[in-house]
């Protein structure tokens, strides 16, 4: 399974924005988006890289600021979102998935992720559920 990737341009935004437990109201809301177009995400990636999907049924998850658990172990900072992201597709048609991308309206892309198999949505109703959604930052 591929690791995230995070933009070099928001490594210590982020750490920042998640660990402000007493002010996340200062913050954007953070939605978890899937995309669709064939990209591998790097650490100079931008939002405008990814095509998000659009098919009847779909909406970006928004992440709660209070899901995410944290911990440091050997200098790697982990967050953990206890939350159970759900997606679903009402159409008649199948939809592949590349990944999942964060982001926010300020700074913008957070972390992305790219599936080490697409994930093909099928038709009506099927839900996909994106458990341990973690992040780690050395």
Request: charged content about 10%.
């Amino acid at each position: 399974m591929g690791g995230v990737i995070i933009p070099r341009t928001v490594k210590q935004d982020m750490l920042k924005y998640m660990l402000r437990t007493t002010s996340l109201s200062l913050v954007s809301t953070m939605y978890l988006r899937l995309y669709v177009n064939d990209f591998t995400p790097t650490d100079t990636s931008v939002v405008g890289d990814f095509t998000e999907a659009s098919w009847s049924g779909y909406s970006a998850y928004g992440l709660n600021y209070s899901s995410w658990t944290f911990s440091t172990t050997n200098s790697l900072v982990t967050a953990i979102y206890s939350g159970t992201p759900e997606f679903s597709c009402t159409d008649s048609s199948s939809h592949t998935v590349y990944g999942w991308y964060i982001y926010t309206a300020t700074p913008g892309l957070i972390a992305s992720r790219r599936f080490d198999n697409a994930v093909v949505f099928q038709q009506y109703g099927v839900v996909a559920d994106f458990y341990n959604l973690t992040l780690s930052l050395l």
